[in-house]
């Protein structure tokens, strides 16, 4: 009788013990760790470049102030700017000179989001693109330039993440959906724009 009572107890103790290896990546940070895996190869695992562009120092946010710029250049990569006959990709007025589409050794950045022949999700790309500004950009979630943007995009609470996860938004509907929030977001979308 003695040790049958003790069951529950063992077995609760083996729940808490084995379950954070067992739970899964979830959230925009969590997320975008588990997928930038796939970027690390040509960026480097702590954004310091290689094939692909050098994001840490501040570097990716000099590209990208606003965060719908960023998601949505990796969601069409740098092809269609070439297609669109833009320019520039990101900040015109960008610190250290604007970037060119094929300005860095000639090479592309390949496509991640669907309707380009990407294999990311719109929340995975949210994710990836969170892990780059807050993880590897140097971006700080607490002060008072990006707290706002953190909040709204990257945190565990982040209402626009959920709706991409959930399917009931795309980055053509978000902006619109969500233009009640304190900090509306701007257009996203999937075609090659200027930077707004
Ligand atoms: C095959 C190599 C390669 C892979 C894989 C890759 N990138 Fe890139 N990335 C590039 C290249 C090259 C550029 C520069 C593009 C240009 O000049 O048109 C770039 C540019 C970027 C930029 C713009 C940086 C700036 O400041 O100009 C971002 C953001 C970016 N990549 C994010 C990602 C993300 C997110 C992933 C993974 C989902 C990823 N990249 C995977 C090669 C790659």
Redesign the pocket.
Known sequence: MATLSLLPVWAFIYLLAVSPQEREASGPMAIGEA??G??A???GAAGQGG?????HEG??L???PHIED?LN??YTG?QP?VSAGLAV??NPDREGGA???????G????A?GESWGGG?TNYE?LG??CH?RYAIGGADPKSEQWAAEYATWCSEDSEIFAALESGTIDFNTLAETFSMLETPPREVGTQARPSK
């Open positions: 997928v930038y796939a970027c190869s040509c960026h094939a692909g562009r050098v994001l570097e990716v000099k590209t990208f960023m250049f990796v740098s700017f990709y990101g970037h060119a589409p094929l300005s860095y050794n090479n592309a950045m390949p991640q990311l790309i990836v693109v780059e």
